[in-house]
């Protein structure tokens, strides 16, 4: 009986230290990657103006870092797209060495992998239908206080939210507009087409993706309008496995010099125009 | 003499070191940087800077404006027009807000209610004018909401009111927003006791109370519906026999069905304004039972939105203060260019009694241009003399054309142009038999921050 008890316990407490979140120590990727002579990043599947096709041929900002990171290690790059939930499990799988895919800094993912420096900032933004907006422009002068930003949406109790599944932007929508109505899509553009559609009033994600999609389809500029951020920003980074100094050293220093050489600036301004 | 420079090098000294104390970035640095930091953090600035020149012409009459009929008049001018809006979040609960504009024309001063003096500041009547000064306070977890001092008060579409106004406003949501309800007070407004003309600003009455009561609801995405009760006690203070009580019933109604979109106003206004007649003691009081309407019918297919619109209010166009004249508290309607407008330019009015208009619209975007064209055929509500035993209620046709193109996001240029096509009624009220067209012309650029 009393080895009963004790498996039990045992296996309780197994189990346990099983399923807590820890981090995977993963201190000797920028070893392997030298060793290698390759690196194995970690892409979105689609994510414009940051990873995008164009004549069957991979294009974006990331893609453009990607290479420039390959070439600064001297290593070959390869790329694997990865979906948004499986970031951080495949870090820590050794599935990529890093991942470049417009990833957010967040304090859930920082419990299990390390982020660079960021490369870039963007805003939570909404694209949204003009006329599930109200009316604050009079006349000449007058005004109502107009909606100039996603954080002026909370006047609007009824508006509807549509949301990316797992994205950083679910969870912002659920904690600051916890009164508005949801709708949740498995895609941006399913997010996009309950817009049009009316299922939703606007689509929440970041405002680089949207400037972009609004830049590509021009004709929906006379009905639809994007509300940004205002002040609060999301820093996008490169995505590292936990434990790794040097990986981590080595990729801030380039970061700060692409930012310092205007590199991202530019390919921003290439990849928007394209 | 050494005596005199020991002591200036004494007080020099002395002078440097109280400098040195007084302007020494670390002694108060931590202090100051703790308000400046949450000040800084907690002020938000927006608004825009906006200029447009205005070019009219006609040979025909046009109330304000061109007085005659005979020669062919020009009028030229340049706005210029900058908007602050400051917020500043004191708590998670309560903002400060202020709101004030810069404004100034250039040009000629033949259009009424443009003061067209000068540039400098201060020397063309009012250049700096304060909007709003105002706070609001949240509670319960935002769902009520108070707003106290100088705001701006409106209804939907602005048919009755789209003012600034010294007031309470206080809303309440339920429902999880399914429902929200609203209560104003508004005790004055700007120039109240002035009549600006057609349109604004309501008689000579200054004493006013106005008390709003409205709710908000959607049943589901493709469907609002707000409607209101508002209620005005006007009196003139100084000459206290004249005074007006009106009351307004209103709904405005949004459907969208797919690619189409309706939207639908309808106000019924009722009750009394008492004036005092010009030769006696004795006081004429009109009673008053009127409507408004408002139909938009749209479809949109890609970049391309076609609309259909129609709307008008019941009254005698040329008497404001008629048994069936719909009255406004301070409306701001814009339905075109040059008849029913208060986007600046030449304006026929800016409210909607005893005139009746139907039209096109037809909107386009491609790359960052956005193109607007619109035909409005505007008749009067009744029947106008034309000549002995000849009636008519043709008033005009417009037509116009915008154009804007965002040279960047925020910065863009636009350009507007307008034909009135005068017709019987319109001439009849006008007293002249000419048939000129008038011309409107705007091009303009706006930078928003």
């Known amino acids: 009986m009393k080895k009963i008890v004790f498996y039990i316990i045992y296996i309780f407490v197994f189990s346990y230290y099983l399923t807590a979140e820890e981090p995977v120590i993963r201190e000797n990727t920028f070893n392997d990657i030298i060793r290698k002579k390759e690196i194995k990043i970690g892409i979105s599947m689609n994510y414009p103006p940051l990873n995008f096709e164009k004549d069957n041929k991979k294009i974006g900002i990331e893609i453009e870092m990607a290479n420039s990171l390959a070439e600064f290690l001297n290593v070959k790059p390869v790329f694997i797209p990865l979906s948004v939930d499986s970031y951080v499990n495949a870090l820590e799988k050794k599935e990529v060495d890093v991942i470049l895919a417009g990833l957010s800094r967040d304090l859930i993912r920082a419990k299990r992998i390390w982020f660079s420096e960021p490369y870039f900032q963007v805003t939570p933004a909404v694209f949204t239908d003009k006329k599930k907006i109200p009316q604050t422009k009079f006349g000449e002068f007058f005004e109502e206080t107009p909606y100039k930003n996603i954080w002026d949406l909370k006047r609007k109790q009824n508006f509807i939210f549509a949301v990316k599944k797992a994205s950083v932007y679910e969870d912002l929508i659920k904690t600051e507009f916890s009164e508005h109505r949801l709708v949740i899509v498995e895609n941006n553009q399913q997010g996009i087409d309950s817009v049009l559609t009316g299922k939703a009033f606007g689509f929440v994600h970041d405002s680089l993706f949207l400037e972009y999609y609004m830049q590509e389809n021009s004709k929906l500029k006379s009905g639809y309008v994007i509300l940004k951020g205002g002040k609060r920003a999301e820093k996008i980074c490169v995505g590292l496995p936990f434990g790794d100094i040097i990986l981590k050293n080595q990729i801030n220093l380039w970061v700060g010099e692409l930012i310092r050489q205007g590199l991202i600036e530019k390919w921003l301004q290439e990849h928007m125009n394209q | 003499m050494r005596k005199l420079v020991k002591g200036k090098l004494k007080f020099s000294y002395i002078l440097f070191l109280f400098i040195a104390i007084i302007f020494s970035p670390n002694l108060y640095a931590e202090e100051e940087n703790v308000e400046l930091d949450k000040n800084i953090k907690n002020l938000s600035f927006s608004g825009f800077f906006r200029t447009r020149l205005w070019h009219f012409q006609s040979k025909n009459v046009f109330p304000g404006s061109f007085e005659d009929d005979i020669t062919e008049k020009y009028v030229t001018y340049q706005d210029l027009f900058l908007r602050n809006r400051f917020l500043l979040k004191v708590s998670s609960n309560i903002e400060i807000k202020t709101v004030f504009d810069i404004f100034t024309v250039f040009g000629e001063s033949v259009i009424n209610n443009i003061d067209t003096k000068g540039g400098a500041l201060g020397s063309a009547g009012i250049n700096l004018k304060t909007r709003n000064l105002y706070l609001t306070y949240a509670l319960l977890s935002q769902k009520m909401q108070f707003a106290l001092g100088l705001q701006p008060f409106s209804l939907p579409g602005g048919y009755i009111l789209a003012s600034d106004g010294t007031g309470i406003k206080m809303s309440y949501d339920i429902f999880k927003g399914f429902w929200n309800s609203y209560i104003y007070y508004i005790k004055a407004y700007d120039n109240s006791k002035e009549n600006f003309g057609e349109g604004f600003g309501n008689y000579n009455f200054n004493d006013n109370d106005i008390y709003v009561w409205g709710s908000k609801t959607s049943f589901n995405e493709n469907y609002s519906l707000e409607f209101y009760y508002v209620y005005q006690k006007d009196l003139d203070l100084n000459y206290d026999a004249d005074w007006a009580k009106l009351n307004w019933v209103g709904c405005h109604n949004k459907f969208f069905i797919n690619k189409y979109f309706i939207e639908l106003a309808l106000i019924y206004n009722s009750g009394k304004i008492r004036e005092k007649t010009d030769d006696s003691a004795n006081n004429e009081t009109t009673n008053v039972k009127a ?159």
């Open chain 2, 291 to 449: 409507g408004l309407f408002d139909l938009w019918l749209g479809f949109r297919y890609e970049a391309l939105e076609f609309a259909l619109k129609v709307k008008g209010a019941t009254g005698n166009i040329t008497h404001r203060i008629h048994s069936n004249s719909f009255q406004d508290i301070r409306a701001s309607n814009s339905f075109t260019s040059l008849i029913i407008d208060n986007t600046g330019g030449l304006s026929y009015r800016g409210s909607l009694y005893g005139i009746l208009g139907q039209g096109i619209e037809i909107k386009y975007a491609f790359s960052n241009f956005e193109l607007l064209t619109r035909y409005v055929h505007f008749r009067t509500a009744n029947k106008i003399n034309i000549q002995e035993n000849k009636k008519s209620n043709y008033f005009g046709d417009e037509y116009e054309i915008q154009g804007k193109y965002n040279i960047e996001e925020y910065f863009s240029i636009f350009i507007n142009g307008a034909v009135f096509n005068p017709n019987e009624a319109y001439t009849s009220i006008m007293q002249t038999d000419n048939k000129n067209h008038i011309y409107e012309f705007m091009i303009g650029g706006r930078v928003d921050y």
